[in-house]
């Protein structure tokens, strides 16, 4: 944390945290040994630090509104905050993660809405889990920022046993976000996080999961499955193996049908 509330672990981005209240706490939380502290939340002295660290950067091209959750702040700061961003002329895009659709979903109202067309484009990446968080109160207003907001919506979802860890319930859920106008980006491998290892699935078995669903699905409901390094190391993609053998001069393949396919280049 270079300022306080910016975390800049990737070379172009860096995620800024604006609050660190919810409207709901969730267990697999990575961050909720922070959430609900809002003594912590950065104040304007904070922000006015954390402008000037952008502004200072030029290799930071894109900033995501994080935290807890960024749309607990009123429409008027949203504002503000987006304004500065989109005036500093090496930031490409804007980015804001919010649980609010799925948890609060009357957070999404047209004033809102209105505050992000006038900073378009900008990407929310939402948080739904389970098929039936999709209700039609938070479809309605996925459309609304899409449609008022002109926003462009992406989903990342935690693999969770005995919630989300089939096919049939991810294929779900997979079909049910990009019908509501989402399209889904990471499934996270769930985080080293105190009280959550009842959640967590081996990699070897997310990684078989995701491998049933290629193939079978339209890649536009794909998200690519990924785990976190904890201690600092970044993201990282969990991919299926389908490079069965490298030859001299030809590659053996395995395809989503488990059929060996060779190629000659
Ligand atoms: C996840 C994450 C990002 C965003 O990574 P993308 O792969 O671009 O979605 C940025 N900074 C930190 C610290 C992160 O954990
Ligand atoms: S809404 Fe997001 S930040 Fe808040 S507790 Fe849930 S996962 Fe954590």
């Not at 504002?79 to 009357?106: A, G």
């Not at 990924?226 to 393949?253: I, Q």
């Amino acid at each position: 944390m270079p300022v306080k509330g910016v975390t800049h672990r990737y070379p172009d981005r860096a995620l800024w945290y604006l609050s660190h209240v919810c409207a709901v706490y969730c267990r697999f939380c990575t961050r909720k040994r922070k959430v609900s502290q809002s003594s912590q939340t950065p104040d304007g002295e904070d922000w006015k630090q954390a402008l000037e660290y952008f502004k200072s950067r030029p290799e930071i091209r894109e900033v995501i509104l994080s935290g807890g959750d960024p749309l607990n702040l009123s429409d008027s700061k949203l504002d503000f905050l987006l304004s500065e961003l989109k005036r500093i002329p090496h930031i490409n895009q804007v980015r804001i993660h919010t649980r609010y659709p799925v948890t609060l979903p009357m957070r999404i109202t047209p004033e809102f809405c209105a505050v992000l067309r006038r900073h378009f484009p900008v990407f929310i990446v939402t948080h739904f889990n389970h098929p039936k968080e999709l209700t039609d109160f938070s479809r309605e207003k996925i459309r609304m920022l899409v449609q008022d907001g002109s926003a462009t919506v992406l989903n990342q979802s935690v693999l969770l046993k005995g919630i989300n860890d089939s096919v049939e319930t991810l294929v779900e859920l997979f079909y049910g976000l990009t019908s509501a106008g989402i399209k889904p980006y990471y499934l996270h491998h769930c985080d080293e996080v105190y009280g959550s290892a009842h959640f967590r699935v081996p990699i070897s078995k997310g990684v078989e999961l995701m491998k049933s669903i290629r193939g079978r699905i339209s890649g536009l409901c794909v998200p690519l499955y990924v785990v976190d390094l904890t201690g600092g190391g970044g993201k990282v993609p969990l991919p299926a193996e389908y490079l069965e053998e490298e030859k001299s001069s030809s590659y053996v393949f395995r395809n989503y049908r488990g059929d060996l396919y060779e190629i000659g280049y």
